[in-house]
């Protein structure tokens, strides 16, 4: 019977979507039918298809285009824009449909706006000078993370209307507005999502992407990045606050933090595809999306894509090319970017652009703006503008407000129809809709500018008054171009009240003073002057020539002059005494501000421009010039005092007398002297005596007034030669003599008497490591410098002031030596005491009385640490006896006898040694003289900073000095103590008779060679023998004797290292070993140092014990030695070497061995062994100290790092079984291994065992260490691995149940194998893979014995399946597999057909449905063979007609290619249904009405099924009728609203509900309630929450509407707000004892323990005394659970003690310790609670557990002793 027989009552079971098929394919079956008068064509499948489309479409309601514009934006939209401009604070944007933004640099990113706020704050409180603008060098410019041309995703913030009408639309950048639909749905973060994101941080591999959700981060490696920076960032780095459009990778949620991202331009490129069912918010502009055209109209077409999402493109975003949406037809699929997101009509605009898909903005070739073209018509658009044509390849548009200079409503007419040609002039390029900006208008097409770039500085414009402001006047040039007159040019006299003359909309005339068009700033002036001027403008310094004249306006009035600007940038000075013939002293009197002046140019050097304002006679100036070149730069001169200043020395160079000026810096190269030989020579000038001094002039400024220097370092004969040294003649390796110029943070600027200018880096300072460079520099400090680098394009040069690069520089005469540098110290200090002598004579002339070595007597005085006083009768001096010169017997008022060493005028102090040597010398008179050159011994009596006093023994205790510095360059040397005997050389000597004070002392130098007390030499390749003072894990501490110590490294106790585990153990303290030195090192740096700089301070040796160095040190082979200790190691090291380590540091993940005291090696733990437990857990095999034999791997000698592998990398060669390190899982293929020596391999799902499991990956955990066996290696290097246990131990015998099957040879036609799944194809098949390297394919029709609808349903990838091979194609390799059980297993086929799965719903049928049934399970009955035979004959022939053109690809087994094939060679289903119609068999036609009915009675069947989950409102609404109280349906309908993005309708259906639920269902409603807070939580906004959670508070109990809010804030990771929901709760629920500890629990959780503990003494103090034992009986549960268990314990402890009746406490103690497995610790409290006085029913029920506890957790010594327990209670 048929099925119309059977009226169904109900609602309809339909989806709209079936009932709109059903209409159309009605509709279809009626038209049909209808009769035709003539008889049509035979038509193909194809356009019959295409007709019905068209029809079908033709029957669908039509929709309007939306095109986007300014009325129809709202705050909040998300668009895709193009970046048209890029100025210094704000950026153009294009936008869709000819609209355009702007984005100021606060609005980027919140990284980029901190850097901003950092600079503006430091701006503040700092000068602005050159070294704050070099530390703020990293702060970026918007030029440097944004460039024209590039895509970026914005967000409206402010639309409003500027004072002169125009639209102003404001954008940002910033990821936290333009993902702000994403805050807080980490769920909605899916591989392939396409979003905005700033780079947060830079790291070591990459760059921490924020997407401006507190939720997740993005990470972009470094890789994922490269291509990115070296087409679009110039090779450059990312910086920190760039945005970037990026692409979200496959990852696991549950296991990342950060998910990993990519900015490829490949994949940006891809067609957008998410996993899973797509949400509103996930779409965003600049998504690639693949769509349908579902309507067509003449201004664009609208597309369906992403599964039900509907966008507009419009005319302008067609394909290039195509300006008509004439040539799209219905269902045509297209690809397209989408431009715009409304989210108020959920409308979006898409983009067919090619540029636009390949994710490029349009580019215009060479089209300027303000150009004037020709402009054929391509279309009109009558209410918005025309569309032109201005190139071959380019189109324009006009607005129909720009067509003509009258009001046009519609186009119109004839005169603007398509084809004509008009001129048009460009205003503008939008880069997003690939248009040109033009205008018709003719007062357009008149205008002289258009842009700022054609406004020229100088020219005449005419310009229109907006504005008359405090600052200066307003004006506009054009349309688009406003200037500025500021105050000062408003006229050439000041105007008082410059709105009477400017009045509002007034024409005026202006010349051009300053314009800058990336900025758009223009300047004018309006002087009358200047305007009217028949001078030539100066607008470029390069222009300006002597003898010239300009007009200029003074800038600056100064003391020295005025300052005059002119056009541009150009200004220069007039010195006052250029401003008159007459003498002006004060410029500020005589000139003003704004003044206009015609000057005369007199100087154009250096680039510097200096003008006059009076006529000079030539002959004048040729004087002048005559007598200022007599003395050039470089010069000796001799020059006498005329005048003093604070900064330094006025000079007259004779014999002229032209004026000269000395910097105070400039008069010692001994900066500490300069002051007060300023003091000296200023008191010697005031007296009327005549200083002359010898000088160099270094430079000459502006002014012409010379510089001199009296440094000693500038007057040697060679620092005046190469005073006269140009850029030119230097070279690298040249030393010249300078002074420190200029001090910054990365290092110092000298300046040379030449005037040369050069940079020494930090890094050239000092030998030493600098950190800053105020450390090592003072200004006006002098230096020998080494020029090391010489640029001579950029004409800059690089200097070194390290000694050890002096050493090797290019100089023709001797450095100014250590006794140079003493001799001008003392002779200026000869000066100074001078100068002092003037001023206190008394004191001054008793000092210099006193001749060094003179005896004088006195009186012991004070006594301290720092040495002793004397007390001199009739001197009003101290007298300082230092350490070392006194015995410490002396008593105070002991009367003693002293030689004066040295005194300091200055401290007015005296030093005096008191040894007895020295006193009894004074009274011998030596007659013997110093010769030069002479060697003599002397001992150190005084150390001072600059020099030292010493005595010569064998000449009578003769008094000398010595230096303490031997080069300019150098520090004093601070090795020096008092007693040490020293050789020395006699450098300058001076006769004992003209011995007076200390500065006319001989001089002698110093050998410190020769020094006493010091550390004997200990050249390499000595014998030793050491003591042992202490053994550490690398090394032994040694003691060498005679002062010096050493340490014996570990790799250096043995020519054999492995003879021993850990050769250091063997050894011990006291212990005597011999050793050979091999080098020295500071131990203080522990640098290791060169042979030559063994004697500094804190040097340690550094000794070996090998057996080979020792006996070639016993055969004096020292040259040997030398050789092998200099040996570079990493320089000879190769790669396949054995060498020998010793283990330093033990990680988890590798390990780090020395070779050498100095080289370092790393083996990564796959490299440390061949056993899995050893490399999974170094720390537990290795120990530091181990010795280990290595292979050598790789050599950096960039790092001098060594790569090394104990196993070798033999271990890593096809048929090998090594180790391997399980990485990520590729479904339904296998997953990836690490494997030594830093290879990679994979695992294939049919190499994991010899049997295949169900679940080959159940016990494969990631990162976790296996064994395995190495298969083979490709090109790549990329190895096959096996697990199976038959390949990585043979000798076990497994058992093969699945053999490895390689090739096609290993099959044959009608084996069984089995395999697991690699791809489903909906309309190609499955493929499933049964060896590493072959796949093959079961076909639909061999997949089931019966029909199955949903078959793609019954597998997933990596299930494992028993197949059996039905064809073997081996020419192609392709396998054709049947899943069949009649094919696979016949005996189960037979049982599952006797009793079939439909047994049970074929009983409800009559017996015709139940043959019918049959049919579908196992084929025709015998009734029907006879059509079945004819049936299969007709399908044979129908199959024999069929021929694919275009073979299935067997080859490529991925995925994406199977199913690419598949669509390929499937028959389209309007295809197959037409020829089912066609050729419909009756078997076919009876099994079609079957499955029909057995349809209707299924849904039938669901819709008395309560347990089932309706599929639609009108479901939810059947079922709600019969059971509206339930408000587990009500959520589920509002959740079936919520996955579709409709929103407003869920909160509908919460309002329905909690009408329809009855008032006495509270919990019901409040169920509904929470569904709707939860619901503002994930999709609303915090003021729509607050109002919920208001209303929720009115109609519901309070505390239990704050539990649920507090609960979904917790929910969702908002711990915040949670937190201060508690605070509020603690306020309002104070006396609830829930609340308390429900906010414990909350901060425990977080890890906040301190918070709680301290929230538990609050509580304390508010709840009531019989409720405080239960309070901290929970918070301490919550240490048990979270916190700390022994402070729980405590907390349980004193609880007891203080309440010990109370048994709920004992039994809640016991649970909490058996649940800590503490097993002694429930045994003690069960005993001890036994043996409280408990009553009987108590004690039974506690001795009852304590047996139960122990029959499960103890032994039988443990039950043994319960039981007797329990005997005695």
């Known amino acids: ?630 003395t050039p730069i470089g010069t000796l001169v001799q020059v006498c005092p005329s005048g003093v200043s604070d900064k330094g020395l006025t000079v007259d160079i004779l014999p002229h007398k032209t004026t000269a000026f000395i910097p105070m810096h400039h008069l010692s190269d001994h900066l500490d002297h300069c002051h007060h030989l300023l003091t000296a020579y200023s008191k010697f000038l005031s007296d009327g005596k005549e200083q002359r001094l010898d000088g160099i002039i270094i430079c000459q400024d502006q002014t012409y007034l010379k510089t001199v220097s009296l440094k000693p370092s500038l007057l040697t004969e060679n620092a005046i030669d190469q005073a006269k040294l140009d850029f030119d003649d230097l070279e690298v390796g040249t030393v010249m003599p300078g002074w420190i110029h200029q001090i910054m943070p990365y290092g110092a600027f000298l300046r040379f008497s030449s ?161 007895e040597d020295l006193v009894e010398s004074r009274e011998v008179q030596y007659k013997q003289e110093l010769a030069a050159s002479e060697f003599v011994e002397v001992r150190v009596e005084l150390v001072n900073p600059d020099y030292l006093v010493v005595s010569l023994p064998r000449m009578n205790r003769l008094l000398a000095v010595a230096p303490t510095r031997l080069h300019l360059n150098a520090s004093a040397r601070k090795q020096y103590a008092v007693g040490q005997t020293v050789g020395a050389e006699v450098a300058c000597p001076v006769n004992s008779s003209e011995e007076t004070d200390v500065t006319r002392l001989s001089i002698v130098l110093l050998d410190d060679r020769t020094m006493s007390k010091s550390k004997p030499n200990l050249p390499i390749g000595t014998l030793v023998r050491a003591v042992i003072k202490s053994v550490h894990q690398l090394q032994l501490n040694v003691s060498l004797g005679d002062r010096w110590h050493g340490r014996v490294h570990a790799t250096e106790l043995s020519d054999n290292l492995l003879t021993e585990s850990k050769p250091l153990e063997s050894f011990k303290e006291g212990q005597e070993v011999e050793g050979v030195v091999i080098g020295f090192r500071q131990s203080r740096t522990n640098q290791s140092l060169a042979i030559t700089q063994k004697n500094l301070q804190h040097t340690v040796a550094e000794v070996s014990l090998r057996q080979s160095l020792i006996a070639l040190a016993r055969r004096n082979a020292l040259a040997e030695i030398e050789l092998l200790v200099a040996k570079d190691y990493v320089e000879t090291a190769k790669k396949g070497d054995t060498v020998t380590g010793i283990v330093s540091q033990v990680q988890k993940s590798h390990l780090l061995v020395l070779l050498t005291p100095s080289v370092k090696g790393k083996v990564h733990c796959l490299d440390s062994s061949l056993d899995p437990e050893v490399v999974a857990s170094p720390t537990s095999h290795f120990s530091i100290g181990q010795a280990l034999s290595l292979e050598v791997l790789n050599v950096n000698r960039t790092q001098e790092f060594v790569e090394l592998s104990e196993t070798g990398s033999v271990s890593c060669q096809p048929g090998r079984v090594t180790v391997c390190r399980f990485g990520k899982e590729v479904t339904g293929k296998g997953i990836c291994v690490q494997l030594p020596c830093r290879n990679v391999g994979f695992l294939a799902l049919t190499d994991i065992c010899d049997e295949y499991p169900e679940k080959p990956f159940e016990q494969i955990l990631e990162g976790s260490f296996a064994r395995c066996y190495l298969l083979s290696v490709d090109d790549r290097g990329h190895f096959d691995v096996s697990l199976r246990k038959s390949r990585v131990d043979p000798s076990e015998k497994s058992i093969v149940v699945d053999r490895e099957i390689c090739s096609t040879l290993e099959i044959e036609v009608g084996n069984i194998v089995r395999g697991y799944v690699s791809t489903v194809a909906e309309k190609a098949g499955v493929f499933i893979r049964i060896g590493r390297n072959l796949t093959g394919r079961v076909k639909i029709t061999n997949l089931f014995d019966g029909f199955v609808k949903k078959w793609t349903e019954k597998f997933h990838l990596g299930q494992l399946v028993t197949a059996k091979v039905l064809s073997i194609d081996e020419s192609t390799g392709h396998v054709e597999f049947s899943l069949k059980i009649s094919h696979v297993n016949p005996t189960e086929a037979a049982k599952r057909s006797s009793g079939s799965k439909e047994e049970s719903l074929s009983k409800r049928y009559k017996t015709e449905e139940d043959e019918d049934s049959n049919i579908l399970e196992n084929g025709s009955t015998s009734e029907e063979s006879e059509e079945d035979e004819e049936d299969e004959e007709e399908d044979e022939e129908n199959q024999a007609s069929l021929k694919l053109s275009d073979p299935f690809n067997w080859k490529i087994p991925s995925k994406s290619s199977e199913e690419e094939n598949a669509d390929v060679n499937a ?51 059947r079922r709600l009728a019969s059971n509206p109280s339930s408000s587990v349906l009500w959520l589920q309908y509002m959740a079936h609203y919520t996955h579709v993005a409709e929103f407003d309708k869920a909160r509908a259906v919460a309002q329905r509900a909690l009408k329809m639920i009855p008032f006495h269902e509270e919990a019901e409603k409040l169920n509904i309630w929470t569904g709707l807070m939860n619901l503002e939580n994930l999709y609303g906004t915090e003021e729509t929450l607050l109002q919920v959670f208001e209303s929720a508070l009115k109609h519901n109990d309070p505390l239990a509407v704050f539990i649920k809010l507090v609960n979904i804030y917790v929910d969702s990771n908002k711990f915040d707000w949670a937190e201060k929901l508690y605070q509020t709760m603690l306020k309002r629920f104070s006396t609830n004892q829930d609340v308390w500890v429900r906010f414990g629990i909350f901060y425990m959780q977080r890890g906040k323990a301190e918070a709680a503990r301290s929230l538990l003494q609050r509580c304390l103090k508010v709840l009531p005394r019989n409720e405080h034992v239960d309070v901290i009986s929970k918070f301490g549960r919550m240490e048990f659970e979270h916190g700390n268990v022994e402070r729980g314990r405590n907390i349980f402890d004193g609880i007891l003690k203080s309440y010990p009746k109370r048994v709920d406490m004992w039994n809640t103690y016991i649970e909490l310790m058996i649940k800590q497995e503490n097993w002694a610790s429930a045994r003690g409290l069960f005993e001890q609670a036994l043996c409280l006085k408990f009553s009987r029913k108590t004690k039974k029920i506690f001795t009852k557990r304590f047996l139960e506890f122990e029959d499960k957790y103890g032994d039988e010594n443990t039950r043994d002793k319960a039981r007797e327990t329990v005997a005695n209670v």
């Open 755 to 915: 005037g040369l200018v050069g940079l020494a880096p930090i890094k050239y300072l000092a030998d030493k490591f600098v950190t800053s460079s105020n450390d090592v520099c003072r200004l006006g400090q002098s230096f020998y410098c080494k020029v090391v680098e010489v640029d001579k394009v950029k004409r800059r040069f690089l200097l070194s002031l390290r000694l050890s690069d002096l050493q090797e520089g290019k100089l023709n005469r001797k450095f100014l030596s250590g006794v140079d540098l003493l001799r001008s110290f003392l002779s200026e200090k000869r000066v100074i005491n001078k100068h002092l002598l003037q001023q206190e004579k008394s004191i001054v002339s008793s000092l210099l009385s006193l001749a060094a070595g003179s005896v004088i007597e006195g009186k012991v005085g004070e006594k301290s640490n720092l040495g002793l006083f004397l007390k001199v009768r009739g001197h009003p001096f101290k007298t300082f006896v230092p350490p070392g010169h006194y015995n410490d017997g002396m008593k105070r008022g002991e009367s003693v006898v002293g030689v004066v060493l040295d005194y300091d005028v200055m401290k007015n102090l005296v030093y005096v040694s008191l040894k």
């Open 1467 to 1517: 028959t389209p289903a309007s295809e197959s249904t037409n020829a089912t119609t066609r050729k419909a068999t009756k078997r076919q036609v009876r099994a079609e009405r079957i499955a029909d009915e057995r349809n209707v009675f299924m849904k039938e069947h669901a819709l008395m099924d309560d347990t089932l989950t309706p599929q639609s409102a009108d479901d939810f609404d």
């Open 1 to 630: 019977m048929s099925a119309k027989a059977f009226p169904r009552g109900g609602a309809g079971v339909l989806t709209p979507l079936e009932i709109r098929s059903a209409t159309l394919e009605a509709e279809r079956d009626v038209a049909a039918q209808t009769p035709k008068r003539k008889k049509p064509k035979k038509r193909t499948l194809s356009q019959s298809n295409d007709d019905d489309d068209s029809r079908a479409a033709a029957k669908q309601p039509k929709r309007s285009l939306e095109t986007l514009s300014f009325k129809k934006l709202s705050k909040g939209m998300i668009l895709l824009g193009a970046v048209k401009e890029v100025r210094e604070y704000d950026a153009t944007i294009s936008l869709p449909h000819g609209l355009s933004g702007f984005v100021h640099a606060t609005d980027i990113s919140q990284p980029f706006t901190s850097k901003l706020k950092d600079k503006s704050s430091r701006e503040e409180n700092e000068d602005e000078d050159e070294e704050d603008e070099d530390e703020e060098g990293d702060v970026l410019s918007l030029a440097d993370i944004l460039r024209v041309g590039l895509l970026v995703r914005c967000c409206v913030l402010e639309l409003k209307l500027s004072p002169s009408s125009h639209h102003r639309i404001r954008l940002t950048l910033d990821p936290v507005h333009v993902n702000r639909r994403l805050i807080g749905k980490v769920s909605l973060l899916r591989p392939g999502l396409v979003l905005s994101g700033c780079v947060e941080s830079v790291e070591d591999h990459g760059y921490i992407v924020s997407f401006g959700t507190s939720e997740r981060n993005g990470f972009l490696s470094t890789a994922c990045a490269s291509e990115y920076v070296e087409r679009f960032n110039q090779s450059k780095s990312l910086c920190v606050g760039q945005i970037i459009n990026c692409v979200i990778l496959p990852y696991k949620a549950s296991e990342l933090k950060t998910v990993p991202v990519t900015i490829s331009s490949k994949e940006l490129n891809k067609i957008t595809h998410i996993d899973g069912m797509v949400s509103f918010e996930m779409v965003t502009a600049g998504m690639l999306v693949k769509g349908t055209v579902t309507q067509v109209s003449p201004d664009g077409l609208l597309v369906e894509f992403l599964d039900g999402f509907t966008g507009s493109v419009g005319y302008l975003h067609l394909r290039d090319q195509c300006i008509n949406a004439d040539e799209y037809h219905a269902n045509q699929k297209i690809k397209g970017r989408i431009l715009y997101v409304n989210t108020t009509t959920k409308m979006m605009g898409l983009s067919l652009q090619k540029n636009l898909c390949a994710n490029e903005a349009h580019a215009f070739g060479e089209i300027s703006t303000g150009a004037i073209l020709k402009a054929k018509i391509e279309k009109v658009d009558p209410h918005l503008g025309l569309v032109v044509q201005v190139d071959s390849n380019q189109r324009g548009f006009v607005h129909i407000g720009r067509i003509s200079d009258s009001h046009i409503d519609k186009i119109q007419g004839k005169k603007y129809k398509v084809g004509t040609v008009h001129d048009s002039r460009v205003l503008g390029f939008n880069t997003l809709d690939g248009v040109v900006t033009l205008s018709m208008q003719r007062s357009v097409l008149e205008l002289p500018f258009i842009l700022y770039d054609d406004i020229k500085i100088a020219s005449i414009v005419t310009g229109t008054v907006l504005s008359v402001e405090s600052f200066g006047v307003r004006v506009s040039i054009s349309e688009h171009i406003r200037g500025l007159i500021p105050s000062m040019h408003l006229a050439d006299v000041h105007l008082k009240h410059p709105e009477r003359k400017f009045k509002e909309g007034k024409k005026i005339e202006c010349r051009v003073l300053e314009v800058k068009p990336r900025c758009h700033k223009l300047l004018l002036t309006h002087k009358k002057t200047l305007v009217k001027s028949s001078l030539p403008p100066l607008c470029n310094k390069e222009d300006a020539f002597e003898g010239a004249f300009y007009h200029g306006v003074i800038v600056s009035v100064r003391h020295y002059g005025c300052i005059v600007a002119f056009y541009g940038d150009v200004k220069g000075l007039i010195h006052k005494t250029e401003l008159s013939f007459h003498v002006i002293d004060d410029p500020v009197s005589c000139f003003r501000v704004g003044q206009v002046v015609q000057c005369r140019v007199i100087s154009t050097s250096h680039g510097k421009l200096r003008f006059s304002l009076r006529e000079l006679s030539k002959s004048t100036s040729d004087s002048s010039k005559e007598i200022l070149d007599e």
